[in-house]
């Protein structure tokens, strides 16, 4: 009798924990739909008027008056510095001796009228989306080989990028013949700053996240008369990406991308991070992922706690360091371009001047951040952290939703964290493509244009391939 017993209570315990995994399984990690819903949005200011949106295409060119320079140049003659802690390099952030020389080279030797020209060399144009006005570059190829049709394809920056981010890149993809690819395939780009960024209106009520930003950008690619296009994307522009995929898969072709955001990690995480450095082949890992990831803690984890912090201030309270930076143009470009020192390259704290000539000018460098003030634009791109990271973020509809669009994934080996394939395709279901690249960070279009479109055109050449 005690043993028919025991056999029913173990019956009965292994029945407890199926119904148990099976429903962690369903709360954690069950997929409940392949898109999320499209809806509907309002980010002008007061109550949405019964009218639809100003649909109209308008041209736009980026302008400043000589007061707002002259007003830059107070300020920059009026910067107070501190004094750098001895030999501390840039593990304190920004070392202020360099700024110093940083700040000189602005005020005396930059030039924004040439800077300005270069930057309306492409065509700008804005229209209206969900009650706010949102800006675009939209550049079409000088002329296309007999019987080929350019291939739209958008492109989106995060912070503390901008459009401008893809102007290294942009030729090479309209017009290949003339940039070293001989018959490949020609791109119509389209590259929009992100609502709040740059030129496109800053949203007016609370709640403009990512999923919004992917709705926006899919009107606008409708707008524009394309059905079906591909996407690419880092930093906020691959969450973005990965949302116009998930949202609307019948126009979305494919999306590639050089970050790779997953916020939520599936049984085999934990152990193939446990068993990856020891048993590689066992969980998947490559040789590569390994010295990328390992040692776990000390390579991964404590990197990425020294780099977030930023993160956390502007998930929580960005308006007031906005406050400051909108205010300094000084300290707008210190905070800036410490992320252009460390995302291209950790290694380079340990430099006096951040290492940032070596991937970049200053040239480059302050026409970024120049976009930031005289569109006085830091505050409201902030805030897109707190959108995004203000709510639980492994309960948002995308991250139970995986992506089924073709996917490319080039893994740069400077980026701030290491992704690998076997954890990618636990979000991505459909990868196509994946790249261990050779040299690059964060930055990828802007630091290596050359290898992210060649990555690019492989990825489109074998979509198109496998149909």
């Not at 007061?46 to 830059?72: A, C, K, N, V, Y």
């Not at 995986?402 to 290491?418: C, I, K, Q, R």
């Amino acid at each position: 009798m005690r043993r028919h017993l025991g056999k029913y209570s173990i019956m009965l315990l292994l029945i407890f924990t199926v119904a148990v995994g099976i429903l962690l399984y369903y709360f954690f990690f069950h997929e409940n739909s392949k898109t999320i819903p499209e809806g509907d949005g309002w980010w002008g200011a007061g109550e949405r008027q019964d009218i639809q949106d100003d649909e109209t295409i308008r041209p736009f060119t980026i302008e400043t008056s000589e007061e707002m320079i002259q007003d830059l140049h107070y300020r920059l003659d009026h910067t107070r510095f501190t004094p750098p802690l001895e030999d501390s390099r840039f593990h304190y952030g920004f070392n202020s001796s360099y700024l110093r020389k940083v700040v000189s080279y602005w005020r005396k030797d930059y030039n924004w009228k040439k800077q300005l020209e270069f930057l309306n060399q492409f065509p700008h144009f804005r229209t209206r989306i969900e009650g706010i006005d949102i800006h675009f570059v939209h550049v079409k190829p000088p002329h296309l080989p007999q019987g080929q049709t350019a291939i739209p394809l958008m492109m989106i920056h995060g912070w503390p990028g901008s459009f401008y981010e893809f102007y290294k890149i942009i030729p090479q993809l309209i017009d290949p013949a003339n940039h070293g690819w001989s018959q490949q395939e020609t791109f119509e780009v389209i590259c929009p700053s992100i609502p709040g960024y740059g030129f496109s209106e800053a949203p007016c009520k609370i709640g403009f996240d990512s999923i919004a930003a992917a709705r926006v950008f899919c009107k606008l690619m409708r707008r524009l008369g394309f059905d079906r296009f591909y996407v690419q994307g880092g930093d906020w522009g691959s969450l973005i990406a990965t949302n116009m995929a998930q949202m609307k898969p019948e126009n979305v072709k494919g999306i590639h991308l050089n970050f790779f955001p997953i916020s939520r990690m599936g049984l085999k995480t934990l152990p193939s991070l446990l068993l990856g450095q020891y048993a590689p082949s066992l969980v998947g890992f490559t040789q590569t992922d390994i010295e990328r990831m390992y040692p776990f803690v000390e390579k991964t984890v404590y990197d990425l706690l020294k780099e977030s912090g930023y993160m956390h201030i502007q998930g929580t309270k960005p308006d007031s360091p906005g406050c400051a930076l909108n205010d300094s143009p000084v300290g707008l470009a210190a905070y800036i371009l410490e992320k252009y020192s460390t995302w291209t390259n950790k290694d380079f704290r340990e430099l006096e001047d951040g290492g940032l000539t070596r991937k970049f000018s200053l040239d480059e460098l302050l026409t970024n951040v120049m976009i930031y003030w005289v569109s006085g634009s830091i505050t409201s791109s902030m805030r897109l952290y707190k959108e995004n990271l203000g709510i639980n973020f492994r309960n948002r509809v995308d991250a139970k939703i995986g992506v089924y669009v073709p996917t490319g994934l080039a893994a740069f080996p400077n980026e701030l964290v290491h992704v690998p394939l076997v954890w990618a395709r636990q979000k991505y279901k459909k990868i196509v493509t994946f790249s261990y690249m050779s040299r690059g960070g964060h930055f990828a279009a802007f630091e290596e244009p050359y290898l992210l479109a060649e990555d690019l055109r492989n990825f489109v050449q074998t979509v198109k391939k496998n149909g």
